[in-house]
């Protein structure tokens, strides 16, 4: 089969109506919830942090709230093992939560909750017939980012100019994830062409932070994280081509993992930039605890990826690296707190020490390392996504003349990149490839375990969730997927305006950074999470899940501040 390079405009949208028809869209989504699962969100219009509030709505059963409050997937795949909640019970409580969710952050394309109660039905009837589950996700619930198809569904990915587009297949991970025993509900808001950190289109409108509606998710897999964050959904998947899991988890409070390319199945999932490979979005778990994150990890590898996407590889999870780490006594951790180009604020700063210390207190190593040596990463990163000048989101949108959202640049005609131009670029990539291997390498001979580094520790960004408008910076992820090195990232603190000043402030090192710390506002911030980012080396995501798994473990989960919010 050929695909085409972009889904054509339907007929029945102009540039004069599709205002009209994006407006039914979005509201069609709302409609699709139950009216008994609706209530007056006008009444928390004035309250910023709206954490807690699916609990108070009256709408979730004391067992719709038991069931959505089991951070660790592999907890609630045990429950639905053993018959204590059934599929349906727990399908249910999550749509109910997604439900509220949308209502008070917008997070939300796709609601559909009669495919998935029949899904949840089939399962519960197989488990009951079979005395066993159909797989190691047997009646879990996972959300999806708006570019996994569902055979016979709608999806825009973020575009006008794709209303009314049906999906003729699924994506390959929807069919890994339903063999699994997976229960598929929703599906998340995302930023138009998804290359930007925050999460708004011309269809769905903006999705807020839930810890502070006044601030972005991050993006592009913000309205997975903000989903996630309110407890509708124990597992999300995002994707992520310059940090769109990271992002939205730090600033959400979230764990998640971006693995190396080709790893997680990708195949016929809809996406931007078709045709780019030099640089892959890859797919990941978004999630509210590092368990569960391993869970999703470990269910994909040992499928075998590459049974269900041609473009997968076809190795299973490696055990016995995941368990070289979990037993090595001492560990050794690189640390960066900049990247040489914008200063990270001092939350993140913090963030940094307090694991540092932590670890330190274990017995472990923490030693520096200067991961301002790849910043030309960033540079790198910008040619080859700029390289068709633009010409892949202009095909999307000329056909109605569909805006392109703030902080995204348009096709450049003046701007022409030849192939040769291109494969040096990809030169480039492979070059500061191998200078990070030598580099992590040459840490062998700093350490005290006479091993490289295990990880290393630096921020996921230069801030925490910021205005909207206010994230163009996103290189403390981006380097990593020039580099194509796999990264978790988890929640450490939150931000407390008290702790987290600039007691010296840094001199900028350009009018970027500068306009960064002069940015810096920690009233308004008062109270977001705080994460920190794990990287490993390329292939060995399981040596970094086990290794992420041993510093959450040390650093345990944070407790909010009760900022005044």
Request: aromatic letters at 8%; proline letters at 6%; hydrophobic letters at 40%.
């Amino acid at each position: 089969m050929v695909y085409p390079p972009h889904h054509e405009t339907l007929p029945h949208l102009t540039k004069d109506n599709w205002r009209e028809h994006a407006a039914k869209k979005k509201q069609s989504t709302l409609d699709a919830i139950p009216k008994e699962w609706r209530f007056d969100a006008a009444k928390y219009a004035g309250q910023k942090n709206v954490i807690d509030i699916p609990r108070q709505t009256g709408i979730l059963s004391d067992k719709d709230i038991e069931i959505t409050e089991i951070d660790d997937a592999n907890q609630l795949a045990a429950k639905l093992a053993d018959g204590s909640y059934t599929a349906v019970d727990v399908t249910t409580a999550y749509l109910k939560r997604a439900a509220v969710a949308h209502q008070l952050v917008n997070c939300l394309t796709e609601f559909f909750p009669e495919r998935a109660l029949a899904q949840a039905k089939k399962l519960d009837e197989y488990r009951q017939k079979n005395g066993k589950t159909v797989g190691p996700l047997h009646g879990v619930p996972i959300s999806l980012k708006d570019q996994f198809d569902i055979k016979g569904m709608e999806l825009t990915m973020g575009y006008a100019s794709y209303l009314g587009r049906i999906s003729p297949e699924n994506a390959c991970l929807v069919d890994l994830l339903e063999a699994a025993g997976a229960v598929l509900y929703v599906r998340t808001n995302i930023p138009q062409t998804l290359m930007i950190g925050d999460t708004f289109n011309h269809v769905f409108g903006r999705t807020d932070n839930p810890w502070q509606r006044e601030l972005s998710p991050g993006g592009s897999s913000g309205g997975e994280g903000a989903l996630v964050a309110l407890k509708g959904s124990i597992c999300g998947v995002g994707t992520d081509i310059g940090g769109s899991v990271r992002i939205p988890s730090a600033m959400c409070g979230l764990y998640t993992i971006r693995p190396s390319q080709r790893r997680v199945p990708y195949g016929k999932a809809t996406n931007s930039g078709l045709g780019q490979e030099a640089i892959l979005s890859v797919a990941g778990p978004m999630a509210r605890s590092m368990a569960t994150v391993e869970l999703f990890m470990r269910t994909v590898l040992d499928a075998c990826a590459a049974d269900f996407d041609a473009s997968a590889m076809p190795f299973p999870f490696n055990g016995q690296a995941y368990d070289i780490v979990k037993q090595e006594k001492k560990l050794a951790f690189g640390l960066a707190r900049t990247d040489g180009l914008v200063h990270a604020h001092p939350g993140l700063q913090r963030a940094l020490t307090i694991t540092a210390e932590a670890l330190r207190k274990e017995g472990h190593e923490v030693i520096d390392f200067d991961l301002s040596a790849f910043k030309e990463a960033w540079t790198v990163a910008g040619q080859i996504f700029a390289a068709d000048n633009g010409e892949d989101i202009e095909q999307v949108l000329s056909a109605i003349e569909e805006p392109l959202i703030e902080g995204l640049l348009g096709a450049d005609e003046s701007k022409k990149t030849s192939v040769y131009e291109l494969h040096q670029m990809n030169r480039e990539k492979e070059a500061l490839q191998q200078q990070f291997l030598a580099a992590w390498s040459k840490t062998a001979s700093q350490t005290s375990t006479g091993r490289p580094i295990d990880g290393l520790l630096c921020p996921p960004a230069p801030i925490t969730a910021f205005k909207p408008g206010h994230n163009e910076w996103p290189t403390y992820t981006c380097i990593f997927n020039v580099l194509d090195a796999p990264a978790t990232v988890f929640p450490v603190t939150f931000l407390d305006p008290k702790l987290d000043q600039w007691k010296d402030k840094p001199e900028p090192y350009n009018s970027t950074d500068k306009k960064y710390l002069e940015r810096y506002d920690e009233k308004i911030s008062e109270g977001v999470p705080i994460a920190v980012q794990l990287v490993g080396r390329r292939w060995r995501e399981e040596a970094l899940l086990a290794l992420s798994q041993r510093v959450v473990g040390i650093i345990g989960k944070p407790a909010a501040t009760g900022g005044k919010l």
